[in-house]
């Protein structure tokens, strides 16, 4: 008898965010058949190198027609041009798979869905062929904000997000690795990513010729964040900013809360913690990006009166970018296998 085991794939592989879903989809116990593939077109003697396993080089094989055949979920984890060539390979197939795309690139296709199990409580809608996994950014200030609602009425909210160079995938590590490195060495900056310095540097914009800016970085997690407050009325939609830290991983967000009467920092820390949320006292060490690595959820702290307005608040988080995109991936995963 044939193997009726579902067939999951992982396009993109090879990306920073890609080995990330390898990682966690290992750990992940679903019923399915993992395959991965890349979306670079290369010659076999120049295959992408996934990972060691038992000592043995794991190859990845590039996406080619019929490379999708028996697929049940596709994990879109490559570039933001690679899911146009997903998405023709998938309509290719007598049976389409259920694309999960957590680049964002899938976002304007009409079939497309928002998704972010992580902070979603109405039931779904009807399935949907194209899933598109919310900001990671937006995500975390979702959660953050649905579960500090718990404490009392919310009157407006500030946040100031800082984003690591992790979101340009392995691009952007290595030319920030490479500027930290030239400048310590005085030897001539790579711009191809940035198209501007950003090591050793805080900045509200990239350069003109950057390939992402950060100004479509801040839409998209201001029209994720919406679509995920949408269904609380409790929750104004914030104001916020996204700047670049000049740090390789890792979100942090100082976020100003004002409410209608603010309860005390402990009151809001009791309220705050919940099954993705660590809060942490002034007696712990403060949430670091650093100590986020790897970790699921957001982490919470720093919990300060504003001096200067008796109602409102100050709260410092932080949250591994990779793995909220990830793991809200394969909770939809799970939900189109069962």
Same mark, same amino acid.
């Given at each position: 008898?044939?193997d009726?085991?579902p067939v %999951?794939?992982?396009?993109g592989?090879?990306?920073l /965010?890609?080995?990330e ?5 290992g750990? &992940?116990?679903? @019923?399915?058949?993992?395959?991965v ?5 290369q ?5 992408k190198?996934?990972?060691e396993?038992?000592g043995? #080089?794991v190859?990845?094989p &590039?996406l080619? @027609?019929g490379?999708l055949a028996g697929s049940?979920?596709?994990l879109?984890a490559?570039?933001?041009?690679? @899911?146009?060539k997903v998405?023709?390979?998938a309509?290719a197939?007598?049976?389409?798979p ?6 964002g ?5 009409p079939? &497309? $869905?928002?998704?972010?199990p992580?902070?979603?409580t109405?039931?779904q809608? *009807?399935a949907a ?7 990671p ?5 979702a959660?953050?904000?649905?579960q500090?609602a718990? &404490?009392?009425?919310?009157? =407006?909210v ?5 984003? @690591?160079?992790?979101e340009r995938g392995?691009?952007g590590?290595?030319?920030l690795?490479?500027q930290t490195?030239?400048?310590l060495?005085?030897q001539?900056?790579?711009? $191809?990513? !940035?198209?501007t310095?950003v090591? !050793?540097?805080?900045l509200?914009?990239?350069?003109a010729d #950057?390939?992402?800016?950060?100004a479509?970085?801040e839409a +998209?997690v201001e =029209?994720?964040?919406a679509? /995920?407050l949408a269904?609380?009325?409790? %929750?104004?939609?914030p104001?916020l =900013?996204v700047?670049?830290a ?6 942090? !967000?100082s976020?100003?809360?004002e !409410?209608e009467?603010r ?7 009791? +309220?705050?913690?919940?099954? $993705?949320i660590?809060?942490?006292g002034?007696e ?7 100590g986020?690595?790897g ?11 504003? *001096?200067n307005?008796?109602r409102?608040?100050?709260f410092?988080?932080?949250?591994d970018?990779?793995r909220?995109?990830?793991e809200? #991936?394969v909770e939809v995963a $799970?939900?189109i296998?069962?």
């Amino acid at each position: 008898m044939a193997d009726q085991t579902p067939v %999951i794939h992982i396009v993109g592989a090879e990306s920073l /965010l890609g080995r990330e879903v390898v990682d966690v989809l290992g750990s &992940a116990n679903l @019923p399915a058949h993992v395959k991965v593939v890349s979306t670079v077109e290369q010659e076999e003697s120049r295959r992408k190198i996934l990972k060691e396993r038992e000592g043995e #080089a794991v190859f990845l094989p &590039a996406l080619r @027609p019929g490379e999708l055949a028996g697929s049940r979920v596709v994990l879109l984890a490559g570039t933001a041009e690679s @899911p146009a060539k997903v998405v023709e390979a998938a309509q290719a197939e007598a049976n389409p798979p259920v694309l999960v795309d957590l680049t964002g690139a899938l976002e304007d296709y009409p079939a &497309a $869905r928002l998704r972010a199990p992580m902070v979603e409580t109405a039931p779904q809608p *009807p399935a949907a062929p194209i899933y598109v996994i919310a900001h990671p950014a937006a995500t975390a200030l979702a959660l953050f904000l649905k579960q500090l609602a718990t &404490a009392g009425h919310i009157r =407006r909210v500030v946040a100031l997000v800082f984003e @690591p160079a992790s979101e340009r995938g392995k691009k952007g590590l290595d030319e920030l690795q490479q500027q930290t490195v030239g400048l310590l060495s005085f030897q001539k900056l790579q711009t $191809r990513v !940035f198209d501007t310095q950003v090591s !050793f540097n805080m900045l509200p914009r990239y350069g003109a010729d #950057a390939v992402t800016s950060l100004a479509d970085v801040e839409a +998209a997690v201001e =029209r994720h964040l919406a679509t /995920l407050l949408a269904s609380d009325p409790r %929750i104004p939609m914030p104001s916020l =900013r996204v700047v670049h830290a000049p740090v390789f991983h890792g979100y942090s !967000f100082s976020v100003w809360v004002e !409410f209608e009467n603010r309860p005390a920092a402990a009151a809001l820390g009791g +309220a705050l913690a919940a099954a $993705r949320i660590e809060v942490r006292g002034d007696e712990e060490e403060p949430p670091s990006n650093v100590g986020a690595a790897g970790q699921s959820g957001i982490t919470v702290g720093g919990i300060a009166p504003d *001096p200067n307005d008796p109602r409102a608040c100050w709260f410092w988080i932080v949250a591994d970018n990779l793995r909220i995109a990830t793991e809200n #991936a394969v909770e939809v995963a $799970r939900e189109i296998l069962a």
